[in-house]
């Protein structure tokens, strides 16, 4: 019988249905035959006889391999290969009749076996045919979480570690998908166009910085942005648990330097805000909790828009009394303070107080203010404000209110009547001891 | 150590002439400040300012000048 295959194996599926194999190369003996069932990625050897039995056909080139019991090996694949018993037990005596059919089992046999070494040579690792011929390919004894590599001398191979390889230029390291997991980078490394994927069920953080270096101080993480695109885009598509946050900084050291958080538009040329925030819900747009509040600068930064708050400030005015013709009008320094708060370009003034004494007053009594007063168009920078009085002398029937001018810093006690025009209290009808009191709002320059 | 200072922080002067001061009355302790106080007035071109702190006496020495006196005292609104 000839040997016309040179194929010494045959793969199947298993269903764990189906029980009978045909395969096609040619054996010698049942025996031979030998099955792998993978399932489940895992490879079992099963035991002739008690896994399988095999049929060959009568001419040798092929049979059928049956499974004992289908069910229990289960799905996946079976590998059905030949392994040809490597002996040579024929005895050739002189003289005898030519044993042909002897010999040619004997010959089908070497044929066999040089197939099956052949085809198992394709699956070894094997050194290029322009290697040197000094070249071992013997592998080291095996050593706990060494890797195996060439030696200097590129002869041999040996036992490594890691580090052994020296520095990794991540510029030849690609990463082109799956997953990065446990990855420690070094001062001077960098990943370029990095995805980092977290499965659903796999309980990680999907990226975890860590800068322990006190010594530099250097950021944490830092962001270049040379497109015109967002430098950094945080989007939550989840629906947030209680106390979660799209974006969430929170420090328990105590800040004494700097504010947690810091926007700075540097580029004095921009026009454009410094944090925007648009709310398209219901909710409202920015909430403060806690000890909180907002903080504008010592110093006004004046806007001229007509929708910015660009101001808040809260203190006290020392008040002083002015005569608009002659003379004196002293106020108590133990009571001449007045308190204002000014929110934007609106002051909010109000106190009372107290008259120290007097010297020949003449003319409107003009009480000092903590701003000027905004001059604004035709008689809207006309400001008035509640007036109350103790001892002043002012004429009956009349009522006094706090008006101030446009322009001016001082406001004057008027006197309005009934069916009548309106003038200021000349400042000769107040005397030491008198107390003024007033409540007045107006805008400043 | 507590601390109590008094500056004047803010000047502004007007296009008129009035000169807008705010002093402030900071208290501090081992130089951080613990809290603040506000004091402001204005300096009309016709104050008296004998009373006013250096650098607002230089200030209205440049700024109150006679036309600048004079026209204040035109422009004071009557209302």
Not at chain 1, 2 to 31: I, N
Not at chain 1, 264 to 293: W, Y
Not at chain 2, 11 to 17: A, N, P
Request: one cysteine or more; a negative charge; glycine letters at 8%.
């Amino acid at each position: 019988m000839s040997v016309d295959t040179t194929a010494r194996k045959q793969s199947f599926t298993l269903d764990g249905v189906t029980d009978t194999f045909d395969f096609t190369f040619r054996a010698l003996a049942a025996t031979d035959i030998l099955a792998i069932a993978t399932t489940g990625g895992t490879d079992t050897n099963l035991t002739y006889t008690t896994d399988y039995t095999v049929a060959l056909e009568s001419d040798g080139v092929g049979g059928t391999l049956t499974l004992v019991s289908a069910a229990s090996t289960g799905t996946g694949t079976l590998t059905v290969y030949r392994t040809t018993t490597n002996k040579q037990e024929s005895d050739y005596e002189d003289y005898n009749q030519f044993p042909a059919d002897t010999l040619e089992e004997d010959l089908d046999r070497r044929t066999l076996v040089s197939q099956e070494l052949s085809e198992t040579n394709n699956r070894t690792v094997t050194l290029a045919i322009t290697a040197s011929s000094g070249t071992s390919t013997t592998l080291p004894t095996p050593s706990t979480d060494k890797i195996v590599g060439w030696n200097t001398a590129a002869d041999a191979l040996e036992n490594k570690t890691i580090s052994d390889l020296g520095a990794v230029d991540p510029s030849n390291v690609a990463f082109t998908g799956g997953t990065i997991d446990g990855v420690t980078l070094g001062a001077t490394t960098a990943i370029s166009e990095a995805t980092i994927t977290v499965a659903d069920g796999d309980d990680k953080t999907g990226l975890t910085l860590t800068q322990n270096d006190t010594t530099n101080n250097p950021d944490a993480v830092s962001i270049t942005n040379a497109g015109t695109s967002h430098a950094l885009s945080v989007s939550q598509t989840g629906v947030l648990a209680s106390g979660k946050y799209g974006l969430y900084l929170a420090s328990n050291a105590v800040q004494v330097n700097a504010p947690l958080a810091y926007i700075t538009q540097i580029n004095a040329s921009s026009d454009q805000s410094a944090l925007k925030v648009n709310n398209t819900g219901t909710g409202a747009a920015i909430e403060l909790t806690g000890n909180a509040g907002i903080k504008f600068p010592a110093t006004q930064g004046a806007s001229a828009d007509a929708n910015t708050l660009d101001d808040y400030e809260e203190g006290y005015h020392t008040a002083t009394i002015t005569c608009a013709t002659s003379g004196t009008v002293t106020v108590d320094t133990s009571y001449d303070q007045l308190a204002y708060t000014k929110i934007g370009r609106q002051v909010t003034v109000t106190g009372v107080i107290i008259v120290d004494s007097v010297s020949s007053p003449v003319g409107d009594a003009r009480i000092s203010l903590p701003f000027t007063a905004a001059s604004l168009n035709e008689t809207a920078d006309v400001y008035l404000g509640s007036i109350i009085t103790y001892n002043v002398d002012w004429t009956a029937s009349r009522i006094p209110v706090a008006l101030m001018g446009g322009g001016n810093s001082y406001f004057t006690i008027t006197m309005m009547q009934d069916d009548g025009t309106y003038a200021p209290l000349d400042a000769s009808n107040i005397s030491a001891t008198d107390r003024i009191g007033v409540n007045i709002t107006y805008f400043t320059a | 150590m507590l601390e109590k200072q008094v500056v004047i922080d803010k000047i502004e002067v007007l296009e008129d002439g009035q000169i807008q001061v705010r002093e402030v009355t900071r208290i501090n302790e081992d130089g951080k400040e613990l809290g603040k106080t506000y004091r402001r007035w204005v300096v009309t071109p016709d104050s008296d300012i004998s009373n006013e702190d250096k650098k607002v006496k230089d200030i209205a020495g440049v700024v109150h000048t006679e036309a600048i006196k004079a026209a204040y005292r035109d422009k004071i609104r009557q209302v």
